[in-house]
C-alpha cells in the first residue's frame, strides 16, 4: 500500500470522477485507474463502484477513506517536522471563520503570514462557530476565529479571548430607523429580521437578548454569511444583528445601537494536541503562543 495509491481514492471520492482525479492528481487517468485497481486488489474489496454516469465509493470504500486521509495528513505532518527542525515552516495550514469576524482583519492577516511563510498552503472555511468547534476537535482544521455569547467558553478546545463587543441593529439606508442613534429592543418588535439559522451560536446571541427583554420577533430569513445577510438588509426585506467591530466592512448600511444590546466574545481556537508546525507558526504571529500538549 503506498502514499499515492491513497491520494488517487482521496481525489477520487472527492471529484468523483476518474478523469478529474487524474487531472488534479497531474497523472494520465490510465495510471490513476491502474493504482486503485492494484490498492484493491491488495485490498481484496472494491472501493469504488463504477457505472457510466457515476462513480461512488463503496462501503469498504467508505471505510477507506477517513484512515486513507488520515496517513496521508500524518505522512505531510512528518515532512514538515523535519523540514521545521531545520528552521523551514511548511506544509499545509487550515482556517476557519465566522463570516463576520470583527476582532481581526483576517484577509490581512492571512496576507501577512502568507508572505512570511510561502511555502505554506493556507486554506480557510467559514462555517457557524459550533462547526468550527467540531472540526477544530477532529482535527480538519488547525485554528478557527469563532463567536460566542458573553460567558460562554468553547470546549474542547484551546482558546484565546480576542475581544469581546455588542451587536448592533443593522438597517437599509432608508429605513425609518437609519437616522436614529440608539433604540431598545422593544421598539424591533415588529420588524422583519435577517438572522443567522436557528441554533446556531451567531443565532444566540441575539436570541437570548430578546427572550431576555420578553420581546417576540419575527426571523423570516436565515442565511449562513454576513454578506449575504447585508444583500437582503439592502434591499429593505429585513434588518439584522451584526457585531459592531465588523460594521466597517460594510460601510453603506446604517447601525443603530442598543440601549440592551447582547454582546458576544470572538475566540481563536486550536486543537488541544500538539499544532503543527504552520499552526504555531499562524498562532505565534497572532501573538499567542502554542503550548505544548
Not at 482521496?10 to 491502474?34: D, G, I, K, M, P
Not at 449575504?228 to 444583528?241: D, Y
Amino acid at each position: 500500500m503506498e502514499l499515492q495509491q491513497m491520494r488517487y481514492v482521496v481525489a477520487v471520492a472527492e471529484t468523483s470522477n476518474f478523469t478529474r482525479a487524474a487531472e488534479q492528481c497531474l497523472v494520465v487517468q490510465s495510471a490513476l485507474s491502474h493504482q486503485i485497481a492494484r490498492l484493491e486488489s491488495e485490498l481484496g474489496a472494491k472501493l469504488f463502484e463504477r457505472t457510466s454516469r457515476r462513480v461512488r465509493l463503496t462501503p469498504a470504500g467508505e471505510a477507506f477513506l477517513p484512515a486513507a486521509r488520515q496517513a496521508l495528513d500524518a505522512a505531510e505532518r512528518a515532512r514538515a517536522e523535519v523540514a521545521a527542525a531545520a528552521g523551514e515552516i511548511r506544509g499545509r495550514l487550515a482556517i476557519g471563520a465566522i463570516s463576520a469576524v470583527g476582532a481581526v482583519d483576517l484577509p490581512a492577516v492571512l496576507k501577512q503570514f502568507h508572505l512570511r511563510y510561502r511555502e505554506v498552503r493556507i486554506s480557510l472555511r467559514t462555517s457557524p462557530s459550533e462547526d468550527l468547534i467540531e472540526r477544530i476537535r477532529q482535527g480538519t482544521l488547525d485554528a478557527a476565529f469563532v463567536g460566542l455569547p458573553l460567558g460562554v467558553r468553547p470546549l474542547g478546545v484551546r482558546s484565546h479571548e480576542l475581544g469581546g463587543g455588542d451587536l448592533v441593529a443593522v438597517v437599509a439606508p432608508d429605513h425609518p430607523l437609519a437616522d436614529r442613534e440608539h433604540v431598545d429592543l422593544h421598539r424591533l418588535a415588529d420588524e422583519t429580521f435577517v438572522d443567522f439559522p436557528a441554533g446556531t451560536a451567531g443565532r444566540a446571541h441575539s436570541d437570548a437578548a430578546f427572550a431576555a427583554a420578553g420581546v417576540r420577533r419575527e426571523v423570516s430569513f436565515e442565511v449562513t454569511t454576513a454578506n449575504l445577510m447585508a444583500r437582503l438588509i439592502r434591499q429593505g426585506l429585513g434588518i439584522g444583528m451584526l457585531p459592531a467591530a465588523f460594521m466597517p466592512e460594510l460601510p453603506d448600511l446604517p447601525i443603530v445601537r442598543l440601549s440592551d444590546a447582547p454582546a458576544g466574545v470572538e475566540h481563536l481556537i486550536w486543537s488541544r494536541f500538539q499544532p503543527s508546525p504552520a499552526a504555531t507558526a499562524f498562532l505565534s504571529a497572532l501573538g499567542v503562543p502554542a503550548p505544548s500538549a
